[in-house]
C-alpha cells in the first residue's frame, strides 16, 4: 500500500500570502493519479485538482499543483479567506485508494 | 447536475451491523465509467476509503475492512450501499458516499454531504 505523507501538519498564514503543500508518496506514483481535495468545516472535501496538475472545473488560477515521482506540491498563490481550510491528497495505485492525512491551512 | 445523498441510522450499537444508502440524483448510476464508493472520516481526521462498487455489481473493497464490509447496487432505486458488520467504536466516523470518475478526472469528483454514525450501547 502507498502511503502518503503531508506536510507541514499546518500552515499558519496571512490572507494574500503565498501557501506550499507538500505530499510524498512511499513509492513512485508512475500513472500521475495524485490528487488535491480542498476541505472546510462541516463539508464534504471538494476536488481541487487532478491528474497531479490539471485543475477542476470552477477552481480558481491562484491554485496550482506540481510534482512527479514521490513528491508533489499544490500552491495558493495569493490566500483568500475563502481558502483557509484543510488540503488533502490522495492517490490510487494497485486497485487502492489512500489519502494523505491532511494539511490545515490557518489564519495567523 | 449529479447529487448524493446518504441515508441511514445515526446510531448503531457495538457488535451490529451499519447499514448506509446512497440516492444518486440528476443522472443514472447505470452510466459506465463511474466507481461509487463509501469514504469514512473519524472525528477530526483523515479520509478513509472503504470499497467501490461499479454499476454491474463488481466490488471492491479496502483490505482493512474487507472481512467486514459489503456494498450493493440498486439500479433501479439508482442507489448504492454499505453494510458495515460487527462495529466497534472505531467505526464512529462520517461516512460519505461519492462517485470517482475514472474517465475525465480519475478522482471523487462528487461527494455527498455526510452522514455522521456513532457506535455506541
Known amino acids: 500500500e502507498i502511503v502518503l505523507t503531508q506536510s507541514p501538519g499546518t500552515l499558519s498564514l496571512s490572507p494574500g500570502e503565498r501557501a506550499t503543500l507538500s505530499c510524498r508518496a512511499s513509492?513512485?506514483?508512475?500513472?500521475?493519479?495524485l490528487v488535491w481535495y480542498q476541505q472546510k468545516p462541516g463539508q464534504a472535501p471538494r476536488l481541487l485538482i487532478y491528474g497531479v496538475f490539471n485543475r477542476a472545473t470552477g477552481i480558481p488560477d491562484r491554485f496550482s499543483a506540481s510534482g512527479s515521482g514521490t513528491d508533489f506540491t499544490l500552491t495558493i498563490s495569493r490566500l483568500e479567506p475563502e481558502d483557509f481550510a484543510v488540503y488533502y491528497c490522495?492517490?490510487?495505485?494497485?486497485?487502492?485508494?489512500?489519502f494523505g492525512q491532511g494539511t490545515k491551512v490557518e489564519i495567523k | 447536475q449529479v447529487q448524493l445523498q446518504e441515508s441511514g441510522p445515526g446510531l448503531v450499537k457495538p457488535s451490529q451491523t451499519l447499514s448506509l444508502t446512497c440516492i444518486v440524483s440528476g443522472g443514472s448510476i447505470s452510466n459506465g465509467g463511474y466507481y461509487w464508493s463509501w469514504i469514512r472520516q473519524h472525528p477530526g481526521k483523515g479520509l478513509e476509503w472503504i470499497g467501490y462498487i461499479y454499476y454491474i455489481g463488481s466490488t471492491y473493497y479496502s483490505p482493512s475492512l474487507k472481512s467486514r464490509v459489503t456494498i450493493s447496487v440498486d439500479t433501479s432505486e439508482n442507489q448504492f450501499s454499505l453494510k458495515l458488520s460487527s462495529v466497534t467504536a472505531a467505526d464512529t466516523a462520517i461516512y460519505y458516499c461519492a462517485r470517482y470518475d475514472s474517465s475525465a478526472y480519475d478522482a471523487f469528483d462528487i461527494w455527498g454531504q455526510g452522514t455522521m454514525v456513532t457506535v455506541s450501547s
Open positions: 490522495q492517490q490510487y495505485g494497485s486497485s487502492l485508494w489512500t
Open positions: 513509492q513512485s506514483l508512475r500513472n500521475n493519479y
